[in-house]
């Protein structure tokens, strides 16, 4: 599996973040709403607490949060600058605290948030391992994490169409609406290559997590997983 320079990747995901949101819409059809109100329904949210979205990009997650359970302290954390002005500048912005952070080195304490959740972190990282890790560090015991992640397609009758689909659809459809066609082939290719869902399962029990549970949307392309914190 291809490991991520995070150099490289900062500078990816700075280069998209005018035209991120919408190029999301269009690749999965309007349907990444969907999947991470789907995945915030998966990690329980508590009416009060704090919940972290790390690797926020511009805020879809973290906003959508905030605006399910009014009480509910949100922290949207990003290594990539760009992503979090455009999150801090979207409607709604002023409920969540938006903070530049690397994932695989949290500036939080060991044992604060009572939720976790990232979206289409984890593939991006140079060590999914440690980030994961990091993650579970900063949940109180007994908290919860959840993530949404693009997974290979797991049905084998259209796995064929659907990888031509990655191979050349999406990197040509982002060209046209990024202007940045080598992103879109970089991120379909860390789909392609990435773990399957029980072996993700198998990296968060791993990780200290337990009553570990995942769904799958969009021809099993799309994974949503969640798990809770020992102790």
Wanted: hydrophobic share 45%; charged share 20%.
């Amino acid at each position: 599996m291809e490991k991520p320079d995070p150099k490289a990747v900062r500078a990816m995901f700075g280069g998209i973040a005018p035209r991120y949101d919408l190029m999301n819409r269009l690749l999965t059809l309007d349907q990444d709403r969907v999947w991470r109100r789907a995945l915030l329904e998966a990690a329980g949210l508590p009416e009060k607490g704090l919940l972290l979205d790390i690797g926020c990009g511009t805020g879809d997650m973290a906003l959508m949060a905030a605006q399910m359970r009014p009480g509910l302290r949100v922290v949207g954390a990003d290594f990539t600058y760009s992503m979090l002005q455009k999150a801090a500048n979207r409607p709604g912005s002023s409920r969540v605290c938006w903070v530049e952070a690397d994932a695989l080195a949290l500036p939080f304490e060991d044992a604060f948030f009572d939720i976790a959740v990232s979206g289409y972190l984890l593939r991006n990282t140079a060590d999914m391992a440690k980030a994961l890790a990091e993650q579970v560090r900063v949940l109180k015991p007994g908290g919860r994490l959840a993530f949404l992640e693009t997974c290979p397609p797991s049905n084998r009758v259209l796995a064929p169409a659907i990888n031509l689909a990655f191979q050349y659809g999406i990197p040509a459809l982002g060209g046209l609406v990024s202007g940045n066609r080598q992103a879109y082939s970089y991120l379909p290719r860390t789909t392609q290559n990435f773990l399957k869902p029980r072996q993700l399962a198998a990296m968060l029990a791993a990780a200290g997590l337990e009553k570990i549970r995942w769904q799958s949307f969009f021809f099993g392309t799309q994974t949503v997983m969640a798990g809770r914190k020992k102790g």
